[in-house]
């Protein structure tokens, strides 16, 4: 294992921000922390960082105890949400940075900083102060930097989290390249599912400092272990009482024989999609059931608002195990 957390405990006064953590992270692969804002994702980062100390507990990065290792010393990559550049430093200047506090060699260094800037798609700006470039070319030019020193351990906390949706999309299809490329192990802390299921191979759920689940993005999604991570991983609605996902309802305009039904009480047309509100006749039901479908499907079944529709699961009715 390239990271092993065995008992983390951490608590700042009265707050308990992480209440014992046992985690094993795999050489190589790209793990998501994710959880809701204060659930104690960022500390454990900070912590495998050395960023932090533990009150208990100890990390072992690639069969070393770093427990107790400043963060300097423990051969760590971090990259933070914003981006920490130095201001005065071109981009060439910064991603060489740490090359050049180790003491390297001045060609070595010009020869790594080539080849990563090729690597972050940004050798066109090595020149250019970091001001002058986007929001999403400074955090590639901060991957790049955390990359110079070749980590063992890859840390990005909130990497994308600054940026517009459409560069947070961009990128993230950009990091899963680049880890395929680089195949550092790699840690990242997000409160986007999307983010954390498109991304990663692994994903650990935390919730009020302790884990709730670790999968892979299919496997949380679809067997996922209790409601919170059920409720949290994706949209949830409840039809007949129990949870399911929007897009796992099958919709009629003529099927008595199906239980649920009533009208389109909201139709709403979002990109490729179309989201429904139905609010069933049965009156046990009194929350309505969100459905969605893609506007041929919407368009085949003529919905609009007051239209009286069935549902029933095409998928098994959600529960957690």
């Known amino acids: 294992m390239s990271i092993e957390i065995t008992g983390v405990q951490k608590s700042f006064g009265d707050f308990v921000a992480l209440s014992d953590i046992d985690l094993q992270i795999p050489t190589g692969q790209l793990t998501a922390l994710l959880g809701p804002s204060g659930g104690g ?3 454990l980062l900070r912590i495998i960082a050395g960023l932090d100390t533990a009150d208990a507990g100890r990390v072992v990065i690639e069969g070393t105890d770093t427990t107790h290792v400043p963060a300097q010393k423990r051969n760590v990559g971090f990259v933070f949400q914003h981006y920490a550049a130095f201001k005065h430093m071109t981009v060439a200047k910064n991603v060489a940075f740490g090359l050049e506090i180790r003491k390297r060699s001045k060609p070595e260094i010009e020869s790594k900083v080539t080849e990563l800037l090729e690597l972050v798609h940004l050798s066109q700006f090595a020149h250019r102060l970091p001001s002058q470039l986007s ?8 991957l790049a930097r955390a990359l110079a020193i070749e980590p063992s351990v890859l840390l990005l906390d909130e990497p994308f989290g600054a940026l517009d949706a459409k560069v947070r999309k961009e990128l993230r299809d950009w990091l899963r390249r680049l ?7 790699t840690v990242f802390v997000t409160h986007d599912q999307e983010e954390a299921l498109e991304v990663a191979d692994s994903i650990v759920v935390i919730n009020e400092g302790r884990i709730e689940q670790i999968g892979s993005p299919d496997d949380l999604y679809d067997r996922p272990a209790n409601d919170f991570v059920l409720e949290f991983l994706g949209p949830v609605t409840r039809l007949a009482g129990k949870a399911i996902r ?3 309802i099958e919709v009629s305009v003529n099927d008595p024989d199906w239980p649920t039904h009533g009208p389109v009480t909201r139709w709403t047309r979002v990109g490729f999609g179309v989201r429904l509100e139905v609010s069933p006749t049965d009156p046990a039901q009194r929350e309505p059931v969100q459905v969605w479908l893609t506007r041929a499907e919407a368009a085949s079944l003529n919905l609009s608002e ?3 529709v069935w549902l029933r699961p095409t998928e098994p009715l959600l529960t957690s195990v």
């Open 246 to 248: 929007p897009h796992d």
């Open 306 to 308: 007051g239209s009286h």
């Open 41 to 43: 994702k960022s500390t």
């Open 179 to 185: 880890h395929d490329e680089v195949q550092v192990t």
């Open 135 to 142: 929001g999403g070319q400074r955090q590639r030019m901060a």
